[in-house]
């Protein structure tokens, strides 16, 4: 098992930044790759970030590109998503997830087995 605990939430203006953390515990952190991935108000969860378990692959969908950065720290057992110069559409609950496809960084949430609880940001206009 693993657990997942994101922390970072908040309310920030167009064009700001956000840290989200999520916190990992129970098993080797650098066995699994870990993504992000967000839901938005009435929208279907999608995916936003993903890096493998050594860092040497990571994945971004097109609409975070340039703006948000994914990273963590195996040491700490720790994901990180830097947020910067948001907009009112990244609006949603942010979810950290761990796959044990440790090699990879997966797009797809069928390929996590181990969800966090979830963590709110909103961004005004």
């Known amino acids: 098992q693993v657990q997942l605990v994101e922390s970072g939430e908040g309310l920030v203006q167009a064009g700001g930044s956000l840290r989200l953390s999520c916190a990992a515990s129970g098993r080797t952190f650098s066995d699994y790759a870990m993504g992000w991935f967000r839901q938005g108000p009435g929208k279907e969860r999608e995916f936003v970030a993903a890096i493998s378990g050594n860092d040497i692959n990571i994945y971004y969908t097109d609409s975070v590109k340039g703006r948000f950065t994914i990273s963590r720290d195996n040491a700490k057992n720790t994901l990180y998503l830097q947020m910067n110069t948001l907009k009112p559409e990244d609006t949603a609950v942010y979810y950290c997830?761990?796959?044990?496809?440790?090699?990879?960084?997966?797009?797809?949430?069928?390929?996590?087995?181990?969800w966090g609880q979830g963590t709110q940001v909103t961004v005004s206009s």
């Open positions: 997830a761990a796959s044990p496809k440790g090699d990879w960084a997966p797009r797809f949430s069928d390929a996590y087995d181990y």
